[in-house]
């Protein structure tokens, strides 16, 4: 037995570094691999499994390995506006919008999420890529602006229709008085909060389509939250195995394979990322050559393909339409929610359409495969 | 009746010529849900080490080397609707392919359950 597809190797090749919940996880049954540099859990129970319960229930992942960053200073929105497309300046406080890094020529260097906390803007960015990213940021923010790196923090997500519930059982207050309850939070709202005497910053965000949560928290304080959350019955350990089948079902890119520095935002089909005052402006990097590919439609695009049967097409597994060439597979696996492969892939765009029957070689295999809109799996967002 | 083992996690169980095939269920273990199984076609025939069968999990595709030469004679098709059962029965139910075998010699190069037991302690 040999892996013939497993995961490229993510981050840096030295020694794995443990999270801070390293001995919780072990504790806990969990598998550990080196991931982006640290070591963490794949699995618990098991990818399936673990896949299936966050959809139905309520899923809690250790997502240390990701960078939080705090940018600050007079004219931080405007700083931040001028290394990405969107419009930092127009986010309300306790607002979280989805945005990318861009290089010079318009490649995506990573992308990630920025809340407006008030008085300071919180970035978390790929575990993959967070120490390029604040060498980029360092370069590129003016003087007066401080960056500094919660290293720490850790970051748990707690994903699943239970979500909600599990928070409220656990009973966390808004740290300053009249700010909205938790509950009263929306997808891509954000706020501060006190789980007793503990604070804890909170999102409702998350990476698998359902509804749900990412707390940042001191390292000191994050084992007792993550055993105070799985203790109730709505809530188990999940892995980044099924963090990742998860992500695949919601159509949502994963940094280093689904995107790379090499990758636009609008063949990525994350022109959504480019807010409508910032393309008429723009004023971000690469906004000449991004702007020119809204305008003529990008040559390739990330698209959705569902596959029959149980055979799974994998990243870089060749797409085609006849004999031609057409794409590429960049994250593909089995889902656990639809019971059949799926996959994304970047495909010319004049084969792009819902519907286009074409064909990904496996293995020497053609399987049939289908162009399909993404989310795979319907979102359940609290909005 | 006896049974081997590879270091890559394969066994093959022999009786006169006739093999059968399967990944162990250490291998199963670490591989996590299976949801795909690729197997050979019967009257294929096969050079030891070669990669006959994939089995494909959640997370990635692994090459089946098969441990003996010989020709395919059966694919376990039990495999197709329900290739969880390698995971459940990785060295019962779950085999993969059984096999005429054409050089029994090669067995001798194989380990026992004893062997592989202490190559997995040391894993």
Redesign the interface.
């Known amino acids: 037995?040999?892996?013939?597809?497993?995961?490229p190797a993510d981050g840096a090749a030295a020694e794995p570094q443990p999270l801070a919940l390293d001995n919780w996880h072990r504790e806990h049954g969990a598998r550990m691999v080196g991931f982006a540099g640290y070591s963490m859990p794949?699995?618990y129970e098991?990818?399936?499994?673990e896949?299936l319960w966050t959809r139905e229930h309520a899923g809690l992942f250790d997502v240390g390995h990701m960078g939080q960053l705090i940018v600050s200073g007079a004219g931080a929105a405007q700083a931040l506006e001028a290394l990405l497309p969107g419009d930092i300046s127009k986010l309300k406080p306790g607002r979280v919008r989805y945005s990318l890094l861009l290089s010079e020529s318009g490649g995506i260097l990573d992308d990630l999420m920025v809340t407006n906390r008030g008085d300071q803007y919180y970035l978390v960015v790929n575990g993959a890529t967070k120490w390029d990213d604040i060498a980029h940021l360092r370069e590129f923010l003016p003087d007066e602006i401080t960056l500094n790196h919660l290293d720490d923090y850790g970051l748990l997500a707690l994903q699943g229709p239970a979500a909600g519930k599990v928070m409220e059982a656990l009973g966390v207050k808004p740290a300053l008085e009249g700010a909205p309850e938790l509950d009263d939070l929306k997808f891509m709202q954000a706020g501060s909060f006190l789980w007793g005497e503990i604070e804890l910053g909170i999102s409702r965000t998350g990476y698998t389509g359902e509804d749900g949560f990412e707390i940042s928290v001191q390292a000191e304080h994050i084992a007792a939250l993550a055993q105070a959350l799985v203790e109730m019955p709505d809530v188990k350990p999940i892995g980044l195995?099924a963090r990742?089948?998860l992500r695949l079902e919601a159509g949502l890119p994963l940094y280093g394979h689904d995107l790379t520095h090499e990758t636009d935002p609008v063949s990525a089909d994350l022109a959504f990322a480019i807010s409508k005052s910032r393309r008429a402006e723009g004023g971000f990097p690469g906004a000449e050559r991004i702007v020119g590919l809204l305008e003529q439609g990008p040559g390739r695009i990330r698209a959705g393909l569902a596959l029959d049967?149980?055979?799974?097409a994998?990243e870089g597994a060749l797409v085609f339409s006849g004999e031609t060439q057409v794409g590429t597979v960049t994250s593909g696996?089995?889902s656990?929610t639809l019971q059949h492969p799926i996959a994304m892939a970047y495909l010319d765009a004049g084969v792009a359409a819902d519907g286009t029957v074409l064909a990904i070689e496996m293995?020497g295999k053609r399987l049939e495969a289908r162009v399909v809109p993404m989310p795979f799996v319907t979102h359940r967002y609290r909005r | 009746m006896s049974r081997y083992f590879t270091t890559?996690?394969?066994w093959v169980e022999v009786s006169g010529d006739a093999g059968t095939v399967g990944?162990t269920d250490y291998?199963q273990g670490q591989?996590?849900?299976i949801?795909?199984v690729?197997l050979p076609a019967p009257g294929q025939a096969v050079n030891k080490g070669d990669s006959v069968a994939?089995?494909?999990?959640?997370?990635?595709?692994?090459?089946?080397?098969t441990p003996v030469s010989g020709t395919v004679s059966e694919a376990n098709s039990a495999l197709e609707e329900a290739?969880e059962l390698v995971n459940a029965e990785a060295e019962s139910g779950g085999w993969l392919f059984r096999i005429t075998v054409s050089n029994p010699g090669e067995i001798d190069g194989l380990m026992d359950e004893t062997a592989y037991k202490a190559y997995i302690a040391e894993l």
């Open positions: 037995m040999n892996e013939i597809s497993e995961e794949v699995q098991g990818i399936i499994a896949h195995g990742d089948s049967g149980r055979m799974a994998r696996g089995f656990p293995r | 890559d996690h394969e990944i291998a591989l996590g849900d949801t795909f690729e994939v089995v494909d999990s959640v997370k990635a595709a692994s090459d089946v080397y290739p």
